[in-house]
């Protein structure tokens, strides 16, 4: 029971410990205002992630200085995901010289939408979000990519315990003596002649 406990204990300061680097691109924005008139220019994004009482590196995109309410980035940004995060926080705001930089608004993007699920970790999901006001009201739209690019594991498992990247394939053993064999339907325009 105690080395259960134990072995446990470990997998579970293993998985405390596990982060993830996203790579963000922030493609576009649309229908972007500030007090319900549309913004001229100078939006930016800046992404984080939701780390509980941690401070969290953020990273933000040049303002768009040509495109008014319906700016167009397409920067890459890298943002580290510390274990425990359930979101990815995307601020869009504007930058003017009179009154600093102003929120337009807000996504607050579950990390369940591109981790977790039966897609590998590298895999390139394209996603639009409804951004919120300061008010919570709605306020425009933001057109992002995210990619999970990285893994790291801290503790003091090895890391050829730890789990990888999926294999795909037919283990050794059956490419010798026959195998697995995947069929895709085929529909003949003419009748078959017997």
Not at 88 to 111: F, H, K, M, N, Y
Not at 130 to 154: F, W
Request: proline fraction near 6%; include cysteine.
């Amino acid at each position: 029971m105690r080395s259960t406990l134990t072995s446990f204990m470990k997998m579970s300061d293993m998985a405390n410990t596990h982060t993830r680097s996203l790579e963000v691109t922030v493609i576009s924005g649309e229908d972007l205002r500030i007090n319900d008139r549309p913004i001229k220019n100078n939006a930016f994004v800046t992404v984080k992630a939701d780390s509980r009482g941690s401070s969290s590196l953020q990273d933000s995109t040049k303002p768009d200085a040509r495109s008014e309410s319906y700016p167009y980035w397409d920067e890459k940004l890298h943002v580290d995901l510390p274990a425990g995060s359930r979101h990815v926080v995307v601020e869009v705001c504007r930058r003017s010289s009179a009154a600093g930089d102003q929120l337009v608004g807000t996504a607050w993007i579950p990390v369940s939408d591109f981790v977790g699920d039966y897609t590998p970790e590298n895999y390139l999901h394209f996603l639009s979000y409804r951004l919120r006001d300061a008010k919570g009201l709605r306020n425009g739209i933001i057109n992002i990519s995210v990619r999970v690019v990285t893994s790291s594991y801290g503790g003091t498992a090895s890391p050829s315990s730890l789990p990888s990247e999926p294999k795909f394939g037919m283990p050794v053993e059956r490419e010798k003596n026959g195998g697995t064999v995947t069929g895709v339907p085929v529909w003949y325009t003419k009748p078959w002649k017997s």
